[in-house]
């Protein structure tokens, strides 16, 4: 083999090897602006899926008003000043709120130490209830105590709306009956007196409601009943 022919055949044998170097190259070049280009995209996605905080509700108007799928969510709750206007011991509370009113699931083992009229900070989370939210697994920080808020006067058919649940509320009818209600709970050594509680159910016209109250002085007292 002649010179010109080794050289032409060197030539023939390096030319693949330089080829599939560019095209090589070119490939890795492909996939890194490929990447590059999809980057960005791949971020929008995961921060689109990610889990975003639940804001925290800081009004009992805000908590009580979720639907129940929003509510089954527990959505934080941080009331900072709210009136404990009726209790259950050991069962759950009413508390209220400037702006309105909202119950609480107790848990059982909760001290039995608060009562009608404190003045308390409540946070806790939703939880879906029988009309509308609730509050559940609640933290109790008393601050004081004070009068009730002021209970307005509602009539029997605005009562059965439900836009009253959970608030005070003051209404007139004939008393038919009155009857003591067992304690939900015996206080413990450490805990206040649980406050005597009463069935009674009131007439108004052909309606009629029944109510657990805990301010009636004698719950035996058949002369109040018409």
Do not use: K
Not at 154 to 169: C, H, I, P
């Amino acid at each position: 083999m002649d010179a010109a022919s080794h050289v032409t055949e060197r030539r023939l044998q390096g030319e693949p090897r330089a080829g599939v170097a560019l095209r090589g190259a070119a490939g890795v070049c492909l996939r890194v602006w490929c990447a590059t280009l999809l980057l960005p995209a791949i971020s929008t996605l995961l921060a689109q899926s990610a889990p975003h905080p639940l804001p925290v509700l800081r009004t009992a108007r805000q908590a009580h008003l979720l639907s129940h799928s929003e509510a089954a969510r527990h959505y934080p709750i941080q009331l900072a000043r709210a009136h404990i206007t009726y209790i259950i011991p050991t069962i759950g509370a009413f508390v209220q709120d400037a702006t309105d009113g909202i119950y609480v699931n107790l848990p059982p083992t909760m001290p039995n130490r608060f009562r009608s009229g404190d003045v308390v900070s409540v946070s806790g989370v939703s939880a879906p209830g029988d009309l509308l939210a609730v509050i559940d697994q609640p933290q109790f920080r008393l601050l004081g105590h004070a009068p009730l808020p002021p209970a307005p006067r509602v009539t029997f058919d605005r009562l059965t709306t439900g836009a009253y649940d959970s608030r005070l509320v003051t209404i007139e009818g004939i008393l038919q009956s009155l009857t003591p209600v067992p304690e939900a709970a015996p206080p413990g050594p450490s805990d206040a007196a649980a406050l005597p509680q009463c069935s009674i159910t009131l007439a108004s016209g052909q309606d009629r409601v029944d109510i657990t109250a805990s301010s009636v002085e004698d719950c035996a007292r058949s002369d109040l009943v018409d």
